[in-house]
């Protein structure tokens, strides 16, 4: 295949810090490379809009260190028809952009593959999700980030258990996924740690909470992954507890979009600048239809086929770590 001259970016799905930093990244390898680049703004849409802006390396500066995405995201279900994806073809080509850079989750490879197949365009794909629960990279853009803002938070949450003697559920997101809770519950000391990969049961729960306040534990944090499966939700679970365990005074915090906003982590930012480039990089050797990630500390590229979500397995070393230092 030709190589590109000219290439697009657009960040599409949930935002996640570190996305602006990707963005960067890529517009700056263009601009090494001297290769065109434009920004498409609000996802997929923007394709079905035209919505383009020429960026250059001056356009992208001072965005290294802010969280969400300038160029915006958007749904569009017209982009999951055919017509809706031949329009954003034609005006692609009417731009005269001959590739793509599309940052985001598995919903954003899926479309992308899907566009990259029928009108053989060469698009290349970067994680940008805070689950974490995409397959074929270590570390998704935006997860490091969102584990130091939940981590933050149960820290303050804790300073009013410890004041109140209160039992804290606090719900964090990973609705197919429980890497943030795992991952945040050890980090801030939680007593449990609820996660769908792992149906810890309602019995088992009242139990280990039992034991804690025999142990001597006058108040307690568990960490709840959106995606749970002990209760239909988690202010459900508090009334289950209070109902079996008197002794517990339980409240709820649902820490929600907060964990997708914030200035990135270094970690994100090196991250998203590594797999920018890494995107350009693998333009150019011809490659197309894949996602360019990070394994063993290495950027790699796996096809979009395989970057599913859902599909990394739980760490069970860090499960039994939680059980052991939670005692």
Not at 20 to 25: P, S, T
Not at 293 to 302: A, L, R
Request: hydrophobic share 40%.
């Amino acid at each position: 295949m030709n190589l590109p001259k000219k290439i697009g970016v657009l960040t599409s799905g949930g935002d996640a810090p570190g996305m602006n930093a990707a963005i960067r990244a890529v517009v700056r390898a263009c601009a090494y490379h001297d290769l065109e680049s434009v920004g498409v703004y609000r996802g997929f849409q923007g394709l079905l809009e035209g919505d383009f802006n020429p960026l250059d390396a001056r356009s992208v500066k001072n965005i290294i260190n802010r969280g969400g995405t300038f160029l915006k995201s958007a749904r569009s279900e017209e982009f999951r028809t055919v017509e809706g994806r031949k329009k954003a073809f034609r005006n692609l080509k009417n731009e005269n952009i001959d590739a793509l850079v599309v940052i985001g989750g598995d919903g954003t490879f899926a479309g992308a593959s899907i566009f990259a197949n029928e009108f053989n365009f060469p698009i290349v794909g970067l994680p940008g999700t805070i689950d974490n629960d995409i397959n074929g990279t270590d570390y998704t853009i935006g997860y490091d980030t969102a584990l130091n803002t939940v981590v933050e938070a149960i820290d303050k949450i804790r300073d009013t258990a410890n004041s109140h003697n209160r039992l804290f559920l606090v719900e964090v997101m990973g609705r197919d996924a429980g890497d943030i809770a795992l991952n945040a519950g050890i980090g801030a000391g939680a007593e449990e740690i609820l996660i769908p990969e792992q149906n810890m049961g309602r019995e088992r729960l009242l139990e280990s909470l039992s034991r804690s306040k025999i142990s001597g534990k006058t108040s307690s944090i568990v960490v709840v992954s959106e995606g749970d499966q002990i209760g239909k939700n988690i202010f459900g679970l508090a009334e289950f507890i209070e109902e079996n365990l008197k002794e517990y005074e339980v409240r709820v915090t649902v820490l929600g979009h907060i964990q997708r906003g914030g200035a990135p982590s270094c970690y994100d930012r090196v991250l998203a600048s590594r797999l920018g480039v890494g995107a350009i990089d693998a333009l150019l050797r011809g490659e197309t239809n894949v996602m360019i990630g990070i394994v063993h500390n290495k950027v790699t590229s796996v096809p979009f086929s395989e970057a599913t979500k859902g599909s990394n397995e739980i760490d069970a070393e860090l499960i039994r770590v939680a059980d052991i230092i939670s005692i």
